[in-house]
C-alpha cells in the first residue's frame, strides 16, 4: 500500500476532510470546535492537552533493512518492530473513519534542489494551522505528491502491552515507508521536529548535505552567519541583528554553496516575553498566529507572559513572514562565520575564542552550556550540560558523522571562521563572578563579522587550547582572557581544569565513533601555576 493509497482511504473515510484551509478558514473552525479562544492581540490560543512539550522517551524509529546499521540506536533513538508499526498504523486509519480532519499540503526546505513534500493529517483544527505556519507553504493552485506523511491522531491512545509502546503517546518515524505516526499527544513540535529528524537522517547520508539545529543571517555584503547554541545562551537574541537579514532562526541544511532554511516559521518561546526583550516576536503575535498553554490575566483575554501555571513551555507558532528583516527566499551562501554560543556559568570559557577545524568539530559534538542555580528545583550550584550538535533529541545518526561533515566543509574552505562565544560569567562563576554585559558580546560578533578580528594577535588557552583575541574593537581588553578577570587565580585554574574533566567524562561516549584528529582536540588539564 503507497502513501496516497493511504490518503485516499483516509480521505474516502473520513466524516469530513477539510483539504488545505486557509489560516483564517483554520482559526473559525478551531473556535467553532472550541479548541481555543482569540486573544486580546488577535492570535488563536489554544491548550495542547496532557503534553505541553515533546516527550523523548516516547519517540521511536522503525528497525529494519534501512535503519538496522545506519541509525544511531541507544538513549536517543529506540528501536521499533517493522510489524508493530504496521498494526498500530492499521489502528489510527481505523480511528481516523467518521472523523473530521484537517488535510494539509506543505513541504521542507527552502532550497528548490531540496524540496521535500508532505502531506499533514490532524484531528484538529489548531494543530493543522501550526503546519501551515511552521512547514513551507506550497504556491496556489500547487497540488504536490507527497513524499512523506504525517498522521497525528492526539485523542488515539495507545495499549502499550499490545502496541509496543512505551506507553499511550507515541511519535514513530518509519523511514522505508516515509510516514511519521503521531498519537496520544496533541503537542504540535512533535510534527516539527519529526520532519526534523527525517532531514538529520536523509540530507547528511544521501546529499552530503549538513543538516543543523541553529539559527542564520545574512550582512548586507551576502555574507551568511550560523549561530548555534542551547536554550538560555542568546541565540536568538543575537541572531536577530537590524543590520542582517534572517534566514531562519531554528532549523537549517548547508550543502557545498548555500544554507538555507528548513522551515516556513518561528516556534518562538513565550515566556516572560516583553515587547522591550524580544520586539520581533512580540510583533509577530497577531491574527494567524498560534499561541499554545498560555493563560490570561483575570477577566480577560490579554496573556500573561510571566504565567507557567501549566508550563514553562508556552509558545507561539507563527510564519516567517511575521516578522521584518527577513531573506527571501530563506537561503544564503555558504557561510562565512559560524558561531557556538555558551553560557558557561563556571567563568572558564573565553568570551570569544577562534576554533581550529578540529576543535570546532569537538565543540560541536561537545554542544556545552551550563544551567545556573534557580533555573530548576533541584539546582543549588552551576551545572554543565551537554546536547550532542547542539540538537542531541533529533539525531538519528551517530554525533560523529555531523561534526566529520562539518570538518570537511571547513577544510574545504580556510576562509570559513568558526568562534566559541561564552555569553555567560566573568571575573568568577556564578554567585562570585558577573554575567557577560550583552553589549560586549554584540560588540564581539560584530567585529568577528566585519572581519575585525582577522588580522591581530591571539593567545592560547592553557587548558582548551582555543585562541584568545589580544583586542578587540569597543571591549575591554581586560576581559578577553578570563584568567585574568579572577582574583583568585589558582581557583581558575582548578575550576578550569575541573570543566576540562567534564567535556573529557562526557565524550567518552562518543570517541568509538569520533576520529584521532577530534579526540585530540580535547581540552588537557595543566598544573596549577
Not at 555574507?223 to 536577530?240: C, E
Not at 527571501?328 to 568570551?351: E, H, M, W
Request: charged share 20%; net charge negative.
Amino acid at each position: 500500500m503507497t502513501n496516497q493509497d493511504i490518503l485516499n482511504g483516509i480521505l474516502n473515510n473520513a466524516g469530513h476532510a477539510n483539504v488545505n484551509l486557509t489560516p483564517d478558514e483554520l482559526v473559525h473552525k478551531a473556535l467553532e470546535r472550541k479548541e481555543g479562544v482569540i486573544t486580546s492581540r488577535g492570535a488563536l490560543a489554544a491548550d495542547t492537552g496532557e503534553f505541553t512539550g515533546r516527550s523523548p522517551k516516547d519517540k521511536f524509529t522503525v528497525c529494519d533493512e534501512k535503519t538496522e546499521n545506519t541509525v544511531w540506536w541507544g538513549n536517543v533513538n529506540f528501536k521499533f518492530e517493522p510489524a508493530k508499526f504496521d498494526a498500530l498504523l492499521n489502528k489510527v486509519l481505523e480511528h481516523y473513519k467518521g472523523k473530521e480532519l484537517f488535510v494539509r499540503d506543505a513541504y521542507a526546505c527552502a532550497h528548490p534542489e531540496y524540496r521535500l513534500n508532505i502531506k499533514v493529517v490532524t484531528e484538529s483544527a489548531y494543530q493543522n494551522l501550526f503546519a501551515n505556519n511552521l512547514f513551507l507553504r506550497p504556491a496556489a493552485g500547487e497540488n504536490p505528491e507527497a513524499e512523506w506523511l504525517i498522521l497525528a491522531a492526539p485523542t488515539f491512545k495507545a495499549n502499550a502491552a499490545e502496541d509496543g509502546t512505551r506507553q499511550h503517546n507515541f511519535s514513530i518515524i518509519n523511514f522505508t515507508k516515509k510516514i511519521i505516526l503521531i498519537g496520544g499527544s496533541g503537542y504540535t513540535g512533535e510534527l516539527k521536529k519529526g520532519i526534523f529528524t527525517v532531514l538529520n537522517y536523509i540530507l547528511p547520508q544521501e546529499r552530503k548535505t549538513l543538516s543543523m539545529h541553529c539559527s542564520a543571517n545574512i550582512g548586507e555584503k551576502g555574507d551568511t552567519a550560523i549561530f548555534f547554541g542551547l536554550s538560555g545562551t542568546g541565540k536568538t537574541t543575537l541572531s536577530a541583528d537590524p543590520n542582517r537579514k534572517l534566514i531562519g532562526d531554528d532549523e537549517h541544511g548547508w550543502n557545498d554553496d548555500s544554507v538555507f532554511n528548513f522551515e516556513g516559521g518561528c516556534y518562538a518561546k513565550c515566556i516572560d516575553l516583553t515587547e522591550e526583550k524580544e520586539p520581533q516576536i512580540w510583533n509577530a503575535i497577531k491574527h494567524g498566529a498560534l499561541e499554545e498553554n498560555v493563560r490570561f490575566f483575570a477577566g480577560s483575554n490579554k496573556v500573561n507572559y510571566e504565567d507557567v501555571s501549566v508550563t514553562e513551555n508556552t509558545r507561539v507558532a507563527y510564519p516567517i513572514d511575521f516578522i521584518d528583516n527577513i531573506a527571501v527566499p530563506s537561503v544564503g551562501k555558504a557561510p562565512k562565520n559560524i558561531f557556538f554560543l555558551t553560557c558557561d556559568a563556571y567563568g572558564v570559557l573565553p568570551p570569544i575564542s577562534k576554533l581550529t577545524v578540529e576543535q570546532a568539530m569537538y565543540h560541536f559534538i561537545s554542544g556545552y552550556t551550563s544551567k545556573v542555580a534557580g533555573t530548576e528545583a533541584g539546582i543549588t550550584e552551576p551545572q554543565s550540560t551537554f546536547s550532542a550538535c547542539f540538537g542531541q533529541a533529533f539525531l538519528p545518526l551517530h554525533p560523529a558523522k555531523y561534526a566529520e561533515l562539518l570538518g570537511a566543509k571547513l577544510s574545504a574552505n580556510s576562509d570559513i571562521n568558526v568562534w566559541l562565544v561564552n555569553t555567560g560569567w566573568s571575573g568568577g562563576g556564578y554567585g562570585v563572578g558577573n554575567r557577560m554585559k550583552l553589549s560586549f558580546t554584540r560588540a564581539m560578533l560584530t567585529a568577528a563579522l566585519n572581519g575585525e578580528l582577522d588580522n591581530i594577535e591571539y593567545t592560547s588557552h592553557p587548558v582548551f587550547g582555543v585562541l584568545m583575541p589580544n583586542s578587540c574593537p569597543n571591549v575591554p581588553q581586560e576581559i578577553l582572557h578570563p584568567r585574568n578577570t579572577w582574583a583568585d587565580k589558582a581557583a581558575y585554574d582548578a575550576t578550569a581544569n575541573a570543566l576540562a574533566e567534564k567535556f573529557n567524562e562526557n565524550f567518552k561516549k562518543f570517541e568509538e565513533g569520533s576520529s584521532e584528529a577530534i579526540r585530540n582536540a580535547a581540552p588537557q588539564a595543566v598544573q596549577a601555576q
